[in-house]
T-cell receptor, first 115, second 112 residues
Framework: DTGVSQDPRHKITKRGQNVTFRCDPI?????LYWYRQTLGQGPEFLTY????????KSRLLSDRFSAERPKGSFSTLEIQRTEQGDSAMYLC?????????????FGSGTRLTVV | GQQLNQSPQSMFIQEGEDVSMNCTSS?????WLWYKQDPGEGPVLLIA?????ELTSNGRLTAQFGITRKDSFLNISASIPSDVGIYFC????????????FGKGTRLSVIA
């Protein structure tokens, strides 16, 4: 296993279009997280899953955003009717559910540019 | 969204110098983590801290969990060019691998 994989690495889309990103976590990890990072900022939490259950969603996750993890393995993040403000790096991370917060393994991210 | 207060925002140092950066919060955290991010990549975990007062090292890096549980510090000794990048602190109020709150980062530049 080579770590957390995200696809695509870059996406340029026109405003109003829908986009979907994919994340493949480390195979034995049961937790999967989505974060968004804009220029000059730290990552901001969007949502996370334990297996196929979505455990928490941030207020940043508007109704145009939807995330799924149907079989508890890979996850998709869809943004409908994209806006210029959606331009950001979308980071996926995975971990085991443990007693300690030992930190996650992040992927390299998908950079979205909305024009 | 809420973020931690991280300082300084950026640093320019000479190779071989020591570096210190810190992170503060208005609320208590149970876990503090420090990450490094290179351009175009995701953050990579450097050090994790779990107890107030804890001091942990990872090679030339040393981090401390503040006694008040509202702050953390990262020191890098004898900096080298590959230390260049953005360093983020992150905290969690809960136990277990739950969502993290990140700082805005400290951008480190090393002059050879």
């Amino acid at each position: 296993d080579t770590g957390v994989s995200q696809d695509p690495r870059h996406k340029i889309t026109k405003r109003g279009q829908n986009v979907t990103f994919r994340c493949d976590p480390i195979s034995e990890h049961n937790r999967l997280y989505w974060y968004r990072q804009t220029l000059g900022q730290g990552p901001e939490f969007l949502t996370y899953f334990q297996n196929e259950a979505q455990l928490e969603k941030s207020r940043l996750l508007s109704d145009r955003f939807s995330a799924e993890r149907p079989k508890g393995s890979f996850s998709t993040l869809e943004i409908q009717r994209t806006e210029q403000g959606d331009s950001a790096m979308y980071l996926c991370a995975s971990s085991l559910a443990t007693a300690h917060n030992y930190g996650y393994t992040f992927g390299s991210g998908t950079r979205l540019t909305v024009v | 969204g809420q973020q931690l207060n991280q300082s300084p925002q950026s640093m320019f140092i000479q190779e071989g110098e020591d570096v210190s950066m810190n992170c503060t919060s208005s609320s208590i955290f149970n876990t503090w983590l420090w990450y490094k991010q290179d351009p175009g990549e995701g953050p990579v975990l450097l050090i994790a801290l779990y107890k107030a007062g804890e001091l942990t090292s990872n090679g030339r890096l040393t981090a401390q969990f503040g006694i008040t549980r509202k702050d953390s510090f990262l020191n890098i000794s004898a900096s080298i060019p590959s230390d260049v990048g953005i360093y983020f602190c992150a905290g969690s109020r809960n136990s277990g691998n739950t969502p993290l709150v990140f700082g805005k980062g400290t951008r480190l530049s090393v002059i050879a």
